[in-house]
């Protein structure tokens, strides 16, 4: 199966990390991730929440719920071993150093990250390709346009926990709009209709 690295920020928008991996639920490609990815993501999810209105207390156990929830649907996506190679490939950001590093360790086709430019051609290892994340969704949803609506209608099934519920066609305006995903979701009404 085709391995993807999801750097923390695109796993920190909740829409958009959902629907990534609910196309690794249905099968069409396999997460991976760093515990530095993980521990990011878990500061960064309790603040968003701190930010929201919610206790600090109240924010950190969300958040270490969503890592729990995360590590126990995907077992085999935390990557271990990448840390002799960190600082090894010459990024203009140092910090970026583990995701190169644990995607080479777990033989990645690619890093999907909104910081592209922080991955510059000739420091990434040739076999790995840097995405952004609609390209990415749009490469994996081009593969299978109706299987990917699994994905999408497991979002539907699993809202409404805060709020009402979303609709097919409401996370497909959310993707498009908030996220950029135009190209996605055109390949998804066109695959619904």
């Known amino acids: 199966m085709f391995t993807a690295l999801l750097d923390t920020c695109v796993l920190w928008p909740s829409l958009q990390r959902d629907f990534l991996l609910s196309l690794a639920v249905e099968g069409m490609y396999r997460p991976v991730w760093s515990s530095v990815i993980l521990e990011e993501l878990e500061y960064e999810e309790a603040a968003k929440l701190i930010s929201r209105g919610e206790t600090e207390d109240a ?12 590590a126990g649907a ?56 840097v995405l952004e994340p609609h390209e990415f969704a749009f490469n994996t949803v081009a593969l299978s346009p109706t299987r990917a609506l699994g994905a999408v209608d497991a979002i539907v099934d699993r809202s409404g926990r805060r709020g009402g519920p979303l609709t097919v066609s409401a996370i497909l305006d959310k993707l498009e709009t908030r996220y950029g995903m135009e190209r996605v979701v055109e390949l998804l009404r066109q695959a619904s209709a």
């Open 59 to 70: 924010a950190r156990g969300r958040a270490r719920r969503l890592i729990d929830v995360m």
């Open 74 to 129: 995907f077992t085999d996506a935390l990557v271990s071993g990448w840390e002799p190679l960190e600082g090894t490939y010459g990024l203009p950001d140092p910090n970026d150093e583990h995701v190169v590093a644990a995607a080479f360790v777990a033989n990645a086709g690619v890093i999907v990250t909104h910081n592209v430019k922080d991955f510059p051609c000739g420091k990434v290892p040739g076999h790995i390709e």
